[in-house]
């Protein structure tokens, strides 16, 4: 289950991560939950307020990082998945 807090240091993440401007240039398309139960795998994040309490702590990066993980946010939930075989998948 991805529950996300944003920390405000790269060495303090597990995660590095750029938004993209097209699915198609995204490596997992994200659907935001309003509730921490609705939280599911990599795909449905739920933003947590508290490091304490997140399962992922997500750093926004440079988008010229190569490393980072290509983010593109849906409205439906249908939609999240992953795009690529990306060495971070299953691990959010």
């Known amino acids: ?6 920390v405000k240091n790269a060495y303090e993440a ?3 991560a750029v938004e993209v401007a097209r699915a198609d240039e995204a490596d997992l398309l994200v659907f935001v939950e309003k509730a921490g139960a609705k939280a599911l795998g990599d795909t449905r994040w739920f933003y947590s307020g508290s490091v304490f309490a997140c399962t992922t702590k997500l750093f926004w990066t440079n988008p010229d990082d ?8 849906v409205d439906e939930e249908s ?5 690529t075989e990306h060495p971070l998948r299953g691990q959010l």
């Open 66 to 73: 190569p490393k980072a993980l290509k983010v593109f946010f």
């Open 79 to 83: 939609e999240a998945k992953w795009t």
């Open 14 to 16: 597990d995660v590095k």
């Open 1 to 6: 289950m991805a529950k996300v807090c944003i």
